[in-house]
């Protein structure tokens, strides 16, 4: 069994970063990936970055450019540095592992592991 546990709550205002971090503990394979969800009141739960142990990055269309996924192996944690922040960002943030490489679509079915949250909130 992983577990996945996350850290770096933060609130800012329009145009600031933040970064949050997780990391994966229990049974790593070799192929382990993980990633980064996120979810607005009253929205469905959406995929932002993945990352893996082959070095594939991908991202979500709306934070390209904004948002950077980053892993380390060794430890198996996982950053993701966010700039530019805009209030439609604000969101809880999950974060997700499994043990395959990224998925082609970044959608929830796709991660086996999961962890508690922690609250992103950008003010304008």
């Known amino acids: 069994q992983v577990q996945v546990v996350e850290s770096g709550v933060g609130s800012v205002q329009a145009g600031g970063s933040l970064r949050v971090s997780c990391v994966a503990s229990g049974y790593i394979g070799a192929r382990f990936s993980m990633g980064w969800f996120r979810q607005a009141p009253g929205k469905q739960r959406e995929g932002v970055a993945c990352?893996?142990?082959?070095?594939?990055?991908s991202y979500a269309d709306s934070v390209k450019g904004r948002f950077t996924i980053s892993k380390e192996n060794a430890k198996n944690t996982l950053d993701l540095q966010m700039n530019s922040l805009q209030p439609e960002d604000t969101a809880m943030y999950y974060c997700?592992?499994?043990?395959?490489?990224?998925?082609?679509?970044?959608?929830?079915?796709?991660?086996?592991?999961w962890g508690q949250g922690t609250q992103v909130t950008v003010s304008s």
């Open positions: 990352t893996g142990s082959d070095g594939m990055t």
């Open positions: 997700a592992a499994r043990d395959l490489p990224c998925p082609r679509e970044l959608v929830e079915s796709r991660f086996d592991y």
